[in-house]
């Protein structure tokens, strides 16, 4: 059966020659009414004859923690990338709710819909505290004029003292963000996308290069967020992701392999054969 929503956000309607311009347009707020908040459908992407998606088909629902793992290659940091738009897909429909295409959009388009993305290598403004980096990442108006003459509301003050409680550096929030061990580092900068009020955030190996405790934290922070946010993992930690618990996707040679809990997919005999070679 398709999972396919239906596109009503297209808009067709005469250019100023006549012709028909088709084009999407961007409605406020992100429409779960099916409880499904991603939807990726038959997705396939090439690289000069090398096929990183084949017919890849996810649904992810609202307020759900997904992990996403499979060996090298499997194609996880290419279904990011066609999330996010920096990838076009050859085929195949990814819709964000049941309206939002984001094959048509840009990646700030994504971005401002809702959606954010962290990267394994934390990116902060090292030489601002960790107050000034949380401000720097608040949803505003980023224009040049306004941005000069801004000043912080209490009600922004009050947003980023919530943050700093959630990510748990609310006793370092004059630190020097690059004074921070790479765990806070990691969290800080999960905190800045939390800033932007996303209603999907993808996470790439954000664990790695953590201790122990920080990596149990990491854990308590991302089960913390899980309702409110929608949150999709890509690791390699099975520890974590154990600790994580629910559902979990494998991706092989493009395609998902197995899905369910962690036991259920560690004892898949094609699991097994893709991680051990056997």
């Given amino acids: ?24 347009i961007l409605q406020p707020g992100v429409d779960i009414s099916h409880k499904v908040i991603l939807y990726l459908e038959e997705i396939s992407v090439s690289f000069d004859g090398f096929k990183a998606l084949n017919n890849l088909s996810l649904a992810i629902d609202a307020g759900e923690l997904r992990c996403i793992i499979g060996p090298n290659g499997a194609g996880k940091t290419t279904m990011m990338d066609v999330i996010t738009g920096k990838t076009r897909p050859d085929s195949g429909t990814c819709f964000f709710g049941q309206t939002l295409d984001l094959t048509r959009m840009t990646e700030p388009e994504i971005a401002h819909a809702g959606i954010g993305r962290k990267f394994q290598k934390p990116t902060i403004f090292e030489n601002h505290t960790v107050f000034e980096n949380l401000e720097l990442a608040m949803k505003t108006d980023k224009r040049a004029w306004t941005s000069l003459f801004a000043w912080l509301s209490q009600e922004g003050r009050d947003r980023i003292a919530d943050t700093l409680k959630q990510i748990r550096l609310d006793r370092e929030a004059d630190r020097l963000a690059g004074l921070l061990s790479h765990g806070q580092k990691q969290w800080l900068e999960i905190g800045m996308l939390l800033m932007q009020e996303p209603q999907l955030l993808l996470l790439d190996e954000p664990v790695a290069g953590m201790t122990d405790d920080e990596t149990e934290r990491t854990g308590e922070l991302f089960k913390s967020l899980a309702g409110k946010h929608s949150l999709v993992v890509v690791e390699h930690d099975m520890a974590f992701i154990e600790q994580l618990g629910g559902k979990v996707t494998v991706l092989h040679e493009g395609s998902v392999l197995a899905e369910g809990n962690l036991a259920t997919v560690q004892a898949d005999p094609r699991v097994i054969e893709v991680y051990l070679g056997r």
Wanted: cysteine-free; overall charge negative.
């Fill in 1 to 24: 059966m398709s999972m396919k929503p239906i596109d009503n956000d297209t808009d067709n309607r005469d250019g100023e020659d006549g012709a028909q311009v088709v084009g999407h």
